[in-house]
C-alpha cells in the first residue's frame, strides 16, 4: 500500500498531455503492473515554485503502483490499435548496474568514459535477430544490447564495458516492429519498462524539471514523466517512452543551445581543474591536431575545453543546435555528426533523415513553430538555464511525426528573480544558453528546405 499521502507522480493525467500532432480518441485499457518498488514523491502534483532546488521528500513504498490515468494517453491509444501487448518487455534490457539510494544521487551520474570511436552505422535488424531468441534478461535484465551490434556475447562483456558510451545504437525491443532504441547518451542509463514507459537512472536535477514541466505549458512536448521508480536497488525517473507507437521510427536526437556545459562546472574547472584522459582520447579520434601542446604532454584535456572544442566543431557554436545522432528506419544508425557544421551539411543530414519527405518536413517545421510559441510562454523556460537538452524527433513511414524535449539533466533554475531570453548571446556570468536562437535557425532552416522542394 501506498504510504504517501496526497498526490504523488501518478496522479498525473496524461490525457491532458497529448501533444498537437496527437489527437486521437483517448481509450482506457486494463492498468499495467509495474513490477518494482515505486517511491512517490510527496506533492508532486502541487504546484512548484521556480528556482527551488530542495530536493521533494522521498517515501518508499513496496506495492506495485496503480496508475490510472497513465493510460489515457495518446500513446496508449496507438497501442490498442496496433495490438500489442502491454506487457511485452524488453528481452534484452540493461540491467541498471550501480545500486546507490536516492538519497546518495544527489548528482546526475556521469559515464566514466566515452568510446573514442565513430561508429559510423550498425544494423538493427542484425541485433534483432541476435535478441530475439533469449528472454533470460527480461526479468533480470542483464544484457546490453548496445553490444548486440558489435559483441554479441555474454553479461560479462557487458559489465566490462558498462561504462562507455557507445557509438551503436543501444537497441530494446519491445516488440518486432517496435523496439526501443537509445541513439546517443550514457549507455547504460535506461531501462524499458512494461507499459511503454522508460526508466532514467535518477538524477535529481532531473526529476525536478519533469515535475515542473508536468505543470508548464511546455508539458505537451516532454515525455509524460511519472515520478521515480526503483528495480534493482537503482532509482529511476519514470517517463513515457515516446517510441512505443510509431511502427520502426526514424529518431534524431539534436542537442540545443550554444552552450554545452554549466556555467557551474566552468567554475569548478577553473577551481579545480580534472584534466580527463577519456576526453583526450575522444578528441585525438576526431582531430589529433586539436590538443594543444600542455594537453598532450597531460595526454588529458578539461571537459568544458572538450566541450568547447566539440560546440566550434559542430554546429553548436553557429547554429545553436547539432545533430547528434540518427537511427532510420532500416534499422541503421549513424552518430558520425561531429563536424557536420554549416548549413548546407546540417540540411542534407536532415534530408536524409526524413528521406526528401515534404509533408513529414512539413510536420516537423510545425510542431517546432508550436514548441517556439509554448517556450516564449513558458515560466519554466524562463526561469531555467537548459543546456545539454535534446529535441528527440521521430516519425514513422505512416506519417506521423513527433517533437519533444528530452534529456534535463544540466537543466538548472535560476536564482530569483533573474530570467533567461535563450537569445542573447552568452556571456560567463548571464548564463543564456542559445536554446531559442538554435531553434530560431533550426525553423529557418526546414523553410528554406521547403522552399527548395
Ligand atoms: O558526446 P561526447 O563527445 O561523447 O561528450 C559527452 C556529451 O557531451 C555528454 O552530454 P550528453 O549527456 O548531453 O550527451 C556529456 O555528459 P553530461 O551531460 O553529463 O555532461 C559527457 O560528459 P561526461 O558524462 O562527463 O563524460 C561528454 O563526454
Ligand atoms: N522518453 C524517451 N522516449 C524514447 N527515447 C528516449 C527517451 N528519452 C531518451 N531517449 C533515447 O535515449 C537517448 C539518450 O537520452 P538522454 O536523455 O539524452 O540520455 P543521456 O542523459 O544519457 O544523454 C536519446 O537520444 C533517445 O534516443
Partial sequence: MTKTPGPTAPCLDVG????????????????????CNVIHTQGLCSPLHSGAMAL??????????IHQNYQKNAFSSFRLASGSNPDEESVCSDSGF?????????????????SAGLSPTSSFEEYEEECSGNNEGKQTGTLNCSLCSGDHNSIDVWKKNRNMVNW?????PLKKQSPWVQVVGHAGNFQTGNDGKLLKKYCACEQQCLQKLMEDVLQPFVPGYHGVTQRDGQDYNLMDNLLTYFESPCIMDCKMGSRTYLEEEL?????????????YEKMVAVDPEAPTPEERAQQAVLKTRYM??????????????RIEGIKKSDGSCNTNFKKTKHKDEVMQALEDFVDSNISILT????RLKELRCELEKSDFFKTHEVVGSSLLFVHDHKGRAGVWMIDFGKTAPMPSPLTLDHRSPWVEGNREDGYLWGLDNFIDILTYMLSRH
Fill in 363 to 366: 510536420s516537423y517545421q510545425k
Fill in 308 to 321: 568547447q572544442w566539440r560546440e566550434t566543431l559542430s554546429s553548436t557554436a553557429t547554429l545553436g543546435f
Fill in 98 to 114: 550501480g545500486s546507490s539510494p536516492a538519497s546518495s544521487l544527489g548528482l546526475r551520474k556521469l559515464s566514466n568514459s566515452s
Fill in 16 to 35: 491532458d498531455m497529448l501533444h498537437n500532432l496527437y489527437r486521437p480518441g483517448h481509450q482506457e485499457e486494463p492498468v499495467g503492473d509495474v513490477k
Fill in 267 to 279: 567554475k569548478k574547472a577553473c577551481k579545480h581543474p580534472q584534466p580527463r584522459a577519456d576526453m
Fill in 168 to 172: 551503436s545504437p543501444v537497441v530494446v
Fill in 56 to 65: 521533494p521528500e522521498l517515501v518508499v513504498t513496496s506495492e506495485p503502483c
